[in-house]
């Protein structure tokens, strides 16, 4: 395969997981890991300038888990 087809499938696989977790739904890859939305709850912060209380709101985030094969990989 060319650089340039590559480059499509991995542009493809990246929107299609982006899509995916946008929906709500987990992306497990094999032996690399997972990817899935949390919700974090609303919170109370501090302005590390003014030490100024602020109110964090509420929001969905991304989070990656690694998997075992991953893990291991890297641990060595």
Known sequence: MTKTDVSLVVDAAIETIVDSVVEGKKVSIL??????????????????KTGEKIAIPAKRVPTFSAGKLFKDRVQG
């Open 31 to 48: 032996g690399f890991g997972s990817f899935e939305p949390r919700d974090r709850s609303a919170r109370q912060g501090l302005n590390p």
